[in-house]
């Protein structure tokens, strides 16, 4: 019999594209979304979808019999959590130890929570190590709160708890409908209709991106390889990019010859990320997409979609 995988935020971006790595590499993949801002489109036909709710108790039943879980669902806008701070603290702190009593209740051995490089945002060290943390914004407080309690239920329980700190992950499926969008998707989307990207800031603050089959490639190693249980592991480049340079990139491959808008910076981001691979690398790991054919299948994705008209505006 397959090995079931429960995703949380299945219709989201990064647990859409885990999801179909999970189905192509032969585990069957139980998936959970509130569709809050999530799409069912994004959602691969072989999954066991359900739509419902992190933060309820009837989703307990589903993590019967699974191997593992991907615990991806949360309040990911910045925006977002600074406007409705009690919203985030319930999905993201209330919601991820909902899901991890669901898991403890079914005796689920494995968790993969999906931390952020949001929690150095008071780090000045760089490239920047496992070892300390420092979250400032909403966000980046939320996510903590929910680490906190997969650090808690990992030495209270017999579980195998791995935290993933994610950079800045890209490609396709990524949300390019919120009203600010995440960087990439932001300026591919407005450069493709022919509007000028939008710059927050001056453009200076550096981003560590990382490719999503990357990224997947490491939750898979987390999930065959039981010396990542217990670790932290950050998934990042290794390399840093301007967001000026990520805006001379995009123009590199779609040649509009538009200049960016330039508006005032968002609070409580970090200026700089730049990630310490060695603890993901020390598992047979290494991130494969270099960022100019990242950026380009990112493109492609979204000329299909963008450019066929799906403009629905969701989140902040
Ligand atoms: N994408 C990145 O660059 C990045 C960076 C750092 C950390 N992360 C973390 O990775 C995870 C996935 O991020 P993403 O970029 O795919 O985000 P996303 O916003 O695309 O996906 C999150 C999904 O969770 C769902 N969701 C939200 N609240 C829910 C609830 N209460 N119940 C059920 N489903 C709910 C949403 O509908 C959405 O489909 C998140 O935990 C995020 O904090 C992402």
New binding site residues.
């Given amino acids: 019999m397959l090995q079931r995988v429960v995703v949380?935020?299945?219709?989201?971006?990064?647990?859409?594209n885990l999801a179909k790595h999970l189905l192509q590499n032969g585990y069957s993949v139980v998936g959970?979304?509130?569709?809050?801002?999530?799409?069912p489109e994004?959602v691969d036909h072989r999954v066991e979808f359900h739509e419902?709710?992190?933060?309820a108790r009837e989703i307990y039943p589903l993590f019967e019999g699974a191997e593992a879980v991907f615990?991806?669902?949360?309040?990911?806008?910045l925006v977002d959590c600074l406007n409705s701070p009690l919203e985030a603290a319930t999905?993201?702190v209330v919601?991820t130890l909902n899901v991890l009593e669901a898991a403890r209740k079914s005796k689920v051995r494995k968790f993969i929570y999906?931390?952020?490089?949001?929690e150095y945002e008071g780090i000045f060290d760089f490239p920047t190590t496992e070892d300390r943390v420092r979250p400032i914004g909403v966000?980046a407080a939320s996510?903590h709160g929910g680490a906190t309690f997969c650090e808690s239920y990992r030495n209270l329980y017999d579980m195998r708890v791995s935290v993933v700190?994610?950079?800045?992950?890209?490609g396709p499926?990524?949300?390019w409908r919120r009203v600010i969008p995440?960087v990439m998707s932001s300026f591919i989307i407005r450069m493709l209709r022919g509007e000028r990207p939008i710059i927050y800031g001056t453009g200076e603050k550096r981003r560590d991106f990382i490719y999503v089959d990357d990224v997947n490639d490491l939750h898979l190693i987390i999930l065959e390889d039981d010396r990542s249980a217990g670790r932290i592991l950050n998934v990042g480049s290794g390399i840093n990019f301007s967001v000026y340079e990520i805006y001379g990139l995009v123009e590199e491959i779609l040649k509009t010859g538009l200049q960016p808008l330039y508006k005032p910076d968002l609070p409580g981001e970090a200026q700089v990320t730049l990630s310490d691979l060695t603890a993901a690398k020390s598992l047979g790991w290494k991130p494969k997409v270099d960022i100019r054919e990242g950026l380009r299948r990112t493109v492609e994705y979204l000329r299909g979609r963008a450019l066929r008209g799906e403009q629905r505006v969701v989140?902040a």
């Fill in positions: 949380t935020g299945v219709a989201g971006f990064v647990g859409s959970l979304d509130n569709l809050s801002t999530g799409t994004n419902a709710d992190i933060c615990h991806l669902a949360a309040k990911t806008s999905m993201n919601g999906a931390d952020t490089s949001a966000y996510k700190r994610y950079f800045n992950v890209y499926a990524q949300d995440p989140g």
